[in-house]
């Protein structure tokens, strides 16, 4: 039986076999330290029994006024692991907290375009793409996979505080910003 369980500082010298994933975006440790002091309550593993760790997520709450909103940086989940309802446990404990807790009127995530499993899995668990954002992972610096400047979906789920569900918009696809716009 495995635990899902909060994010550790030390759970970094165990994470290589899910951060070398091709769709996994990894960061340096400054990255994940800063999460895991900022937004402790939003950062979490998948882990099994022999301590192996599944998956993770790591979210922060960002924005102002009716733009406050839970985010959704990182989840990923090793391949071996994959298809168990990891991600799907992990992120329904991040919106729980994004809307319990922090009071968000939404949870957002962005998705490579070209993620069609990801994006499949995250409309089966109701988020909508918002916008599509031109360029955002070259944006990032993040080249290491020979995919530069490429798009992405900004993918959205209204929580309790958005009964009018501000945060969808139907023709999200077809809402194309620039990176700078972001």
Known sequence: MSVLRPFKASDMFKFNNINLDVWTETYGLS?????LANWPDLC???AAPSGRLMGYILGN???SNNDWHGHVTALTVAPEYRRLALARKMTNLLEFMSDEIY??????????????????MYEGMGY??????????????????????????DMRKPLSRDP???????????????????
């Open 31 to 35: 990255f994940y330290l800063n999460y």
């Open 44 to 46: 979490y593993v998948q």
């Open 61 to 63: 709450a960002e924005g």
């Open 103 to 120: 009071r968000a009127f939404f949870v957002d995530l962005f998705v490579r375009c070209t993620n069609h499993v990801a994006i499949e």
């Open 128 to 153: 909508s793409v918002w916008r599509r954002i031109r360029e955002y992972y070259g944006s990032l610096g993040v080249g290491h996979r020979g995919r530069d400047e490429e798009d992405a979906f």
């Open 164 to 182: 009018g569900r501000r945060s969808v918009r139907a023709n999200g696809r077809d809402m194309i910003v620039d990176q700078n716009n972001v």
